[in-house]
Each structure stands twice: as structure tokens, then as C-alpha cells.
């Protein structure tokens, strides 16, 4: 084979063949910073969602507590309203004469 068709071979097959392998390799490489932004920001999300589950788990005890505090409330309320009610029904204490001391006007 003479120095003209080898470069010819060359210049035909190998040159865009080279080019083809670096162009992937950079398509590879961009693919690759990809993957690990979208890991990080998976990684950032996850521990987001922990975080968030823990503040659920937290306010839901809060919230089982405010309840039980109300349930409390509720049952003094009742007892307060019975009390006022049974004042409301009772009548009045006549009013004293002179023989027991005072004058009521």
C-alpha cells in the first residue's frame, strides 16, 4: 500500500471515527454532570421530606394534646353550666322581716 491510500483510508474512515468517539465522550461526560445534579438535588429533596415528616409528626401530637386540653375544658364547661342553671332555678331567698334582724328594702 502506498502513503497516498493509507491516508486516504485515514482521512475516509479513521478522522470521522475519531470524531464520532470524542463527540459521545462529550455527550457521555454532559449526561454524567446530569446525574449527579439530579442525585444532589434528590438527595436535598429526601432530607426535605424527612424534615417535613417530622414537623407532621410533631404538630399531630400538638394537635392530640390541644385536644385533650379541650376535652378537659369541655367537661369544666359543663360543670360551670350546670352550676348556672341550677342557680337560674332556684328561686329566690325570701326576704328577711324584722324579727330575724334586718329590713330587706
Known amino acids: 500500500m502506498s502513503w ?3 491516508r486516504d483510508v485515514i482521512t475516509v474512515l479513521l478522522l470521522p471515527a475519531l470524531v464520532w468517539v470524542f463527540s459521545i465522550s462529550r455527550t457521555i ?7 449527579e445534579t439530579v442525585h444532589a438535588q434528590l438527595i436535598e429533596v429526601r432530607t426535605k421530606v424527612e424534615r417535613l415528616q417530622e414537623r407532621d409528626q ?6 392530640v394534646r390541644l ?3 379541650l376535652d378537659g375544658l369541655r367537661g369544666q364547661l359543663d360543670r360551670i ?3 348556672l342553671e341550677r342557680i337560674i332555678d332556684v ?3 325570701a326576704p328577711k322581716t324584722k324579727s330575724q334582724g334586718r329590713l330587706i328594702p
Open 67 to 69: 385536644e385533650t386540653r
Open 91 to 93: 328561686p329566690p331567698p
Open 29 to 35: 461526560e454532559g449526561e454524567r454532570i446530569k446525574a
Open 4 to 6: 497516498d491510500k493509507i
Open 58 to 63: 410533631a404538630t399531630s401530637l400538638q394537635l
Open 81 to 83: 353550666e350546670a352550676l
